[in-house]
């Protein structure tokens, strides 16, 4: 049986994106629900304009997944289906941006076909340091 989200503080959506998928796997059921996802966006950028954020055309989302699929395989992750979001629930006091700051920050290095088990460890001490025991 699933472990419930601790829900005591906040809730971070993620995205299709690799490293959301990546966080989403590591942490685990006791931090991470999985809900059915309403939407698909992408981001664009026109012309050197602002960034934009817009729904995704069925190709573009048959795109998304397919490169996420390809990514987590990397890893030895199984694909997400391509219906499901996830959000993670954060422990009282910490905020997102200390969520992506431990992701994002030096010692979690990028993802080559060469280090994915170790790009693996690196999230899954940086979220142990940040979210407590993971599952």
């Known amino acids: 049986m699933p472990i419930a989200p601790l829900g005591r503080g906040n809730v971070v959506v993620l995205g299709p994106d690799r490293r959301s ?12 629900q999985r809900i059915p996802r309403r939407v698909i966006s992408v981001r664009e950028r026109v012309d050197g304009g602002p960034q934009l954020v817009r729904e ?18 990397l890893a030895g992750i199984p694909a997400p289906p391509a219906t499901d979001e996830w959000r ?12 992506w700051d431990a992701v994002n920050g ?14 693996v460890a690196d999230v899954r001490t940086a979220l142990e340091e940040l979210l407590g025991p993971l599952d």
């Open 21 to 32: 998928a990546l966080i989403a796997y590591v942490a685990g059921p006791r931090h991470v």
């Open 56 to 73: 995704a055309v069925d190709e573009e989302a048959k795109e998304v997944q397919s490169d996420l699929a390809a990514f987590l395989w």
């Open 88 to 99: 993670l629930h954060l422990p009282a006091g910490v905020t997102e941006a200390d969520l």
């Open 106 to 119: 030096d010692r979690v290095r990028t993802q080559s076909a060469s280090n994915a088990r170790e790009v």
